[in-house]
């Protein structure tokens, strides 16, 4: 009938605990590579100069201004997008809703602003941005 709202399907409880399983396993995931992404972001440097090295990049990271201010940025980023991640899947799990999905989101949405302190921080780089100009076509 119009104007009534239809009622959701039931959830099985079977559903309810593998969505509370997927969804704790994900956060603890996220956990973990927040506990560990923290003190690499935090020196941004040393992570550039061993990303060089692998990618046989010459020179080293000398961006350090730039590199400390948007690393740290970088880490609050991580540990805000990941506390605000938390507290949207515990709020739906406990309402009973399907909550498997919000780290992912929360992964991305967060990553996003990450890459982009990142990247500003690398092409501030002169060992970085010499080593581009140097593959591109002549």
């Known amino acids: 009938a119009p104007g009534v709202a239809a009622e959701p399907p039931k959830r099985t409880a079977g559903a309810i605990l593998a969505d509370r399983i997927v969804t704790v396993a ?4 996220g956990l973990v590579s927040v506990l560990t992404g923290i003190p690499q972001y935090l020196d941004l440097a040393g992570i550039a100069n061993q990303s060089f090295a692998a990618a046989g990049i010459p020179g080293e990271f000398s961006n350090f201004a730039q590199g400390n201010t948007l690393g740290a940025l970088a880490a609050f980023i991580l540990a805000a997008g990941f506390a605000l991640t938390a507290w949207v899947a515990v709020r739906k799990l406990r309402r009973g809703r399907a ?10 949405l967060t990553f ?3 890459a982009i302190c990142l990247a ?9 941005i010499d080593y581009v100009a140097s593959q591109s076509p002549q």
């Not at 909550?99 to 991305?108: D, I, K, S």
């Not at 500003?120 to 002169?126: H, Q, R, S, T, W």
């Open 26 to 29: 994900f956060l603890a995931y």
């Open 112 to 114: 996003i602003p990450i």
């Open 99 to 108: 909550a498997w999905w919000v780290p992912l989101v929360g992964f991305v």
């Open 120 to 128: 500003v921080a690398l092409m501030g780089d002169p060992a970085f």
